[in-house]
């Protein structure tokens, strides 16, 4: 036209005035002209400005200037690359779905033949042009027509779109994953309608890189259309046909999920309480039963807030969920666990009581429902009772698990959060009704010996020293030994044997002459034979010196008993020193009456005493409740400390330990006797046993009795108490020599002072803590507690989970310990092994 304007300036404004016939012949003359074939740099112009004419038409959705651009181009769309879009180059294809300009799109798939590539395209992300569509602001009729034109005439083109369906993005999502999290129910219908069975089962079964099936990506962002399209569509039936795989637990048979989640788990995981509600809804539709034990689990691991965890698991356990059911985890990795093992490590007290309470209650309901169903009323009370039984052991169970891992945790078996919330966790299923038993105490007592003393595993495999491991302590027998000063008569030589123990009945011939005891006898039971059979015999004579060796103990009521000064002060080094003074006071004042001493006990206490000392013990003026005998032989300890009378602290500790804490260990009832001695004083050393479990340390009186075990631990006192493997009917059988060797040689565990009593004292805190949790002792630490601002019951669980941080770190304590006295017997033997 005369004007110095180029070519390619005409071009651009012909696209942009819609001018197709000078396009048309611009773009003829273009394409056709040699001279401008021959020059590269205009090519490559003119190369640039069908891509730049391409991009316009398609963003400016003018389906008809695309058309005259392709019909006047060679080659352009498997060539041409656009815009950037999000960073990355797209083809014309890709654009025209994304801004969903259905002409341009259905214009661009008709121009493709087999041989073109543009169709299979991906961009960076490796996404196709179908990905743009689900992500854009497309309609259903163009994607109807976009399926109708690649599924119809050639069979390459259903191999492409075959092809297309299946393709995966960098993040392994297919279109139809990027449809769902975009909440088109629209695209999705128009897919399911539309794709063969075949097809479909695959596109709904593929996971993404986050594991999650198209289904499972519509939970996760909350597409509540598409999920009821997909459930009524049975699209959960389709993604969960897999057969998991099954294996052995304790002969229960468990099931391995190797499938993605259920749609119900997935929602539970974002803690969305609006899905789990829709899901719940449409239960009866969706094809398959829910693993709604599976989501209950995978809400406590969730990392949503404590309020919205207490609302759905009270909602999924409602809907069937089972806690007290093991379940493995979705990926088949771990150990299988309770949804209340779960719980206790990873809510508060508060949300794990809820499991709990709830779980027990659907139970109840379920067991109520079950009898009144008119279907099973004809069944026999047995059919009823052995499916309640079989579930109340699966509830106790798990509940015993889950407080033995929450005991576990709180000794740094698990991670810092979980051992945070470890102890309020237990007491809460302390409260709830776990019941600890003494296997299970056994258990926690291995566990924590394993982990805390590397030393002895290593001298037990490479020494080769076997000690009695820890068993239940209704099979427990102690055994003992105390030495009997002063048994026999004067001017005779003490010689006994197990035969012949007469030569020892001379202190309790003394003492059965005491109108007390007689008293006593008449009274209360008394455990001694030979003392019932000797009650009413006489001495043929009584030596004058000892007639003369008389004192007066004096004790509160103004009662007075008088005793043989040389027998009690052989006993009690306070009473000697006491007897002494007293003698030297009377010499200075030239008394001739008998020496007087004070003690500031109850009468009934020192006559317990008295009968200890000149019997070996206590025989008589038991009550008949165990609650005031124990509380009495708590007191007969503190006054055994304080009198330094360490052989009483001894009968008083085995019979704490002892299921017949009122029998006698005289000399005469002991089962082996022989004599000792020691720089010329000469001895009876008398060896009983006594059998667990205690009836005298229960919940109500275990603190009381660990607190006497706390203040008398830190003395030394040179005694020791051995645990025979063997039961103690064994044990009775024994031969007395075997009973002796194994003494000696330290063959039995050897126990200091008082540690046998502190671990069954903790044994009974972990077997009977909820009545500890009653006890007068433990309300009344928390009745003393200076803080009056904190609610009572708060400062309770303080309290309880202080008592049992303490119990365990005495467990841990006796492990220790335990196995330090083991390595060194091993270490013994061994060197006496090799020098042998």
Known sequence: DGSDRSPLTVLREAIDNNDEA????????????QQSKNNTDWRSQYDAFIDQSIYTAVKEDKPRILRVILNNSHNCLDRCRLGKQEGHLVTPLMMAAELGHGGCLLLLLSRQDRNSNSILSRDEKSETFFHYFCRGSGDESTLRSMLKELSSGAKWKQQQLAKLLLTKNNSSKTFLHIACENDRVDFVETFLSMCGTATLSKML???????????????????????????MWRVNNLSL?????????????????DTPLCPLAWAAKSGNLEMIHLLLQFIDSSGNDYRVTEALLSLLRSTCTEDIKAEGLQILIQAGANPFLETILPNGVGEPETAITVASKT?????????????????????????????????????????????????DLALTNALFHCLCASCGRYGHNEEMLCLPSAVALFKCGSRFEEKDVVRLRQNISAESSVISMVMRNCLAISYPPLSIAANNCFVTSYRHFG???????????????????????????????KEDVKQFDCSCPWLLANLESHLKSEDPLVSQDRVILSTLDNKHFVVHGEIVSRKSAKIASAVRFAEMKEISTNSRSIPKIQLEIEPRLCKFMLQHIYHGSICSGWSSDNDQNCREILELMMIAEEFLCTSLIQECEMRLLSSDPTSCFCWSCAKAVRSCSVGGVHYAECAYGVEGPSSLITGSSVLDVLAITQYLEPFEMKYGVHKCPSSFISFKNMATSTIWSNIGKDKWTPQDAVRPLKDVAINTIFCQFPQVLQSSSFQESVFIDDDCTEPHESKASKHAALLLEMSLEELSNSQVSRSSRATEIGIQNTIAFQSK
Not at 210 to 219: E, F, G, H, I, R
Not at 363 to 389: C, H, I, N, Y
Not at 487 to 508: F, Q
């Open 22 to 33: 000078v396009l048309k012949e611009l773009l003829l003359f273009y394409r056709d002209d």
């Open 205 to 231: 079964s593929m996971t993404d890189n986050q594991c999650q099936t198209p289904l499972l990506a519509s939970v996760a962002a909350n597409s509540k259309n598409v999920v009821m399209c997909l459930i």
């Open 241 to 257: 046909q897999k057969t998991p795989s099954r294996i052995s637990n304790g002969g229960e048979t468990l099931e391995q999920k």
């Open 347 to 395: 809510v508060s007290a508060q949300c794990l009581q809820i499991v709990v309470d709830c779980g027990r209650g659907e139970l109840s309901s379920r067991q109520m429902l079950r009898r009144r169903d008119p279907k099973l009323r004809q069944q026999p009370e047995t059919f009823f009772v052995s499916l309640e039984a079989a579930e109340n052991q699966q509830m």
């Open 487 to 517: 048994a026999a008569s004067p001017g005779k030589t003490l010689k006994v044997n197990d035969l012949d123990r007469s030569i020892l009945e001379y202190n309790s011939h003394l003492m059965r002459k005491m109108a007390w005891l």
